[in-house]
Nanobody
Framework: QIQLAESGGGLVPAGGSLKISCVASGRRVATSDMAWFRQTPGKGREFVAGHNWSADSAYYADSVRGRFFISRDMAKTSLYLQMNNLQPEDTATYYC?????????????????WGQGTQVTVSA
């Protein structure tokens, strides 16, 4: 059973930075792609950034490329998202997710396990 736990959310002023973390446990985590999504009330989950375990490579949504940076520890069981130059439109609940057997996934239905989310609020 794969379990995910996010942490590190909070309130930051516009232009500020924040780093959120996700700790994963369970078989196949280390050999699976992981990603960050975000969601605001009344909207679907939006892909933010992903990490391909095989290539050890990151991929991003256009809306965050150059501002957000995803990373993963050597054991590939912890996932991080460094968020810089945050803007009010980045306010959301951020979720960590694991995709089993799908590479370079971006759609929520391509991910099979989710954390409980961590709230990030950016004040204007």
């Amino acid at each position: 059973q794969i379990q995910l736990a996010e942490s590190g959310g909070g309130l930051v002023p516009a232009g500020g930075s924040l780093k959120i973390s996700c700790v994963a446990s369970g078989r196949r985590v280390a050999t699976s792609d992981m990603a960050w999504f975000r969601q605001t009330p009344g909207k679907g989950r939006e892909f933010v950034a992903g990490h391909n375990w095989s290539a050890d490579s990151a991929y991003y949504a256009d809306s965050v490329r150059g501002r957000f940076f995803i990373s993963r520890d050597m054991a590939k069981t912890s996932l991080y998202l460094q968020m810089n130059n945050l803007q009010p439109e980045d306010t959301a609940t951020y979720y960590c997710a694991v995709s089993l057997g799908i590479s370079w996934a971006r759609r929520p239905d391509e991910f099979h396990h989710w954390g409980q989310g961590t709230q990030v609020t950016v004040s204007a």
